[in-house]
């Protein structure tokens, strides 16, 4: 729909493992000043199991469509609304092109 109106979107990338649960109100007060029409949370590593937290805690704070962008299987939960699968795959584990 957005390629047929010629409509740009932006999304911005959250790492669990650098945002902090307490900064995350006061980061999308800013953000909704922005353009921004989209989050992804994810990244290379999440070693303190935070995405889902950071997730739920996102979700608490903006209407805006959250997609997870895992580069593990221990990144995701359903209580995003969408997730980036192919980034599972072109990720650097071959496990999950094999199994």
């Known amino acids: 729909m957005a390629k047929k109106e ?16 307490e900064n995350i109100p006061l980061f999308f007060e800013k953000m909704h000043q ?9 990244g290379s590593t999440d070693k ?7 997730v739920s805690v ?10 997870l962008f895992p580069g593990d299987t221990n990144q995701i939960t359903n209580i995003a609304d969408g997730i ?5 795959l072109s990720g650097r584990n071959p496990e999950y092109l094999i199994e």
């Open 6 to 21: 010629s409509k740009k979107l932006l999304a911005v990338l959250i790492d669990p493992e650098k945002m902090e649960v």
């Open 48 to 54: 303190n199991n935070q995405t889902e937290t950071i």
């Open 84 to 88: 980036l699968f192919l980034s599972l």
């Open 34 to 42: 922005s353009i921004a029409t989209h989050i992804f949370v994810g």
């Open 58 to 67: 996102i979700k608490e704070s903006t209407s805006l469509p959250l997609l």
